[in-house]
Every structure is written in structure tokens, then in C-alpha cells.
């Protein structure tokens, strides 16, 4: 099948399995920006953001792949880009009421480590005004 008829998470996938069978990072990558630049799949957005977050530790351009896969309701993104806001990472800086309602709408789309982040969250708040 050519490559412009691959849909976005096709490409997503091929490029997950070259990952996981040791290819090339940069084919990977460039299977992960092509299924994201399509605009459609937002695991490889998500994927991208947590590269550029983990790896490359460029976490203004996480925050943005992050942001990007959330305006479509990726649950992991609003997650992770609620992890940016609490610890001020890409984003100009720490907002603790953006990253609890980006973790609310992340643990309410069924997202279990967004309800464990907001609970956390949460927690660390109630506790800082009981002292």
C-alpha cells in the first residue's frame, strides 16, 4: 500500500512496531510526526510529546504535541499536559488550577492515572492549607 494511502494510525502503529523491533529512533520518529501532522491521531501526538518530554527533555515542544492531542480528547494527553501545568515544565508556568482540570477531564474520560494525578493533586492542596 503506498504511503499516502496509510491513514494516520496505521502509521502510528508501523511506527510502534519498528520501535519495538529496535529500528532506526529517526524512521520511527518520522512514522510517529507523520501520523500526527495529519492531525488525526492523537496516540501519536501523545507519543511525540512524551519523547520530546522523556528523552529529548525539550518539554516546550511536549507541552504543545500534549496540548494538540487534548483539543481532540485524548484522556493520556490531558494527563500529561496537566503534569506540565502542575510542575511548570513548557508552559509559562506553574498552574495548579489548569492541571487540575485538565486531570479532572482526563480521570473523567476513564483515565486511571489522571485520577490518581487529581487526587494527588488534591491531596498535596488540602494539605498545604491544613498547615
Known amino acids: ?14 511506527g510502534e512496531i519498528w520501535q519495538q523491533e529496535g529500528r532506526d529512533p529517526k524512521a520511527y520518529i518520522k512514522k510517529l510526526e507523520d501520523a500526527a501532522h495529519d492531525g488525526e491521531d492523537t ?46 515544565r513548557g508552559v509559562s508556568a506553574v498552574d495548579t488550577d489548569e492541571a487540575f482540570h485538565l486531570y479532572k477531564e482526563s480521570a473523567e ?10 487526587g494527588q493533586l488534591c491531596y498535596r492542596t488540602a494539605k498545604q492549607t491544613r498547615s
Open 1 to 14: 500500500m503506498p504511503e499516502e494511502a496509510q491513514n494516520a494510525h496505521t502509521k502510528f502503529k508501523i
Open 43 to 88: 496516540q501519536a501526538m501523545n507519543a511525540l510529546g512524551s519523547l520530546s518530554y522523556h528523552e529529548k527533555k525539550e518539554y516546550t515542544s511536549a507541552a504543545e504535541w500534549f496540548r494538540k492531542a487534548s483539543a481532540i480528547g485524548c484522556p493520556r494527553a490531558l494527563n500529561n499536559l496537566g503534569v506540565c501545568y502542575e510542575l511548570g
Open 109 to 118: 474520560k476513564g483515565y486511571i492515572p489522571g485520577m490518581f494525578n487529581l
